[in-house]
């Protein structure tokens, strides 16, 4: 299937490792110019360097709850056609989590939305987690925070159809280098199995596996989803969301 992707031009926050940096690629393997930030400048460098057979991937060293800096790296971009808003403090801190995962989010997504607006395609796809759906009460904090931007980002869908269309992907359980899962592999390996066998499908999933999904709800291929909440969770969810 053509995405219709080829040509168009992507930011993703929090892309340098992860679900992040899977999205960067996904989206520039399917000919999207892609502009990503991320806050070390060792990992950006690294990423773009692994992507430079695409030449399609530009990065910038930038800590997304510095407003101010945020917006002017937004508008120097010369306009763009989807906007993923990944970056997460991946913390229960409830000032570190309501600083990064809310307020500089929104203020990032409500600033792109502008911009959108100017483009045919214009997407906005929020990375949210299946954590928002169910009590969590060994990380309360990230999961409030994932549960109240999956209602902004329905909100916002409303007030921006038709000119933008907004979505959410959440994902599951997600093994990557380095990442939460990888740190239970290695330090509670009980743990770990335990998770695999309460995972439907005996696995973990891949940072690849969401970043397809996160490419297509982007893409004009899915021109008629909009205010949809996409679980990439290998069926661990069991609820029906209304």
């Not at 930011?11 to 930030?37: K, N, P, Y």
């Not at 309501?98 to 214009?122: C, K, N, P, Q, Y």
């Not at 929020?126 to 329905?154: D, E, L, N, V």
């Not at 997600?174 to 990888?182: E, P």
């Amino acid at each position: 299937m053509d995405l219709g992707l080829n040509g168009l031009k992507a930011v993703v926050t929090g892309g340098s490792q992860g679900i992040g940096r899977a999205i960067v690629q996904a989206l520039a393997a399917e000919g999207c110019a892609v502009e990503f930030c991320a806050r070390n400048p060792e990992r950006v460098a690294a990423t773009v360097r692994a992507s430079s057979a695409t030449g399609r991937i530009s990065g910038t060293a930038l800590d997304v709850t510095d407003g101010p800096a945020m917006r002017a790296w937004l508008a120097g971009l010369g306009g763009f056609d989807i906007f993923v808003p990944n970056v997460s403090a991946l913390a229960d801190d409830w000032a570190s989590t309501l600083a990064t995962d809310v307020t500089a989010t929104v203020e990032a997504t409500e600033f792109a939305a502008d911009i959108l607006r100017h483009s045919a395609h214009g997407a906005i796809t929020f990375i949210g987690s299946k954590t928002a759906s169910y009590a969590a009460p060994h990380s309360p904090a990230y999961g409030a925070m994932k549960a109240a931007m999956a209602h902004y980002m329905k909100s916002l869908a409303v007030r921006l159809l038709p000119a933008v269309r907004v979505n959410v992907v959440s994902p599951g359980d997600i093994l990557f280098a380095d990442g939460y899962w990888d740190g239970v592999r290695l330090r509670n390996p009980a743990l770990f199995e335990a998770t695999q066998r309460r995972n439907p499908l005996g696995r973990l999933g891949t940072a690849e596996e969401v970043a397809r999904v996160v490419a297509f709800v982007s893409s004009p291929a899915a021109s008629f989803v909009a205010g949809a909440n996409w679980y990439v969770d290998g069926g661990s969810v069991s609820h029906v969301q209304i």
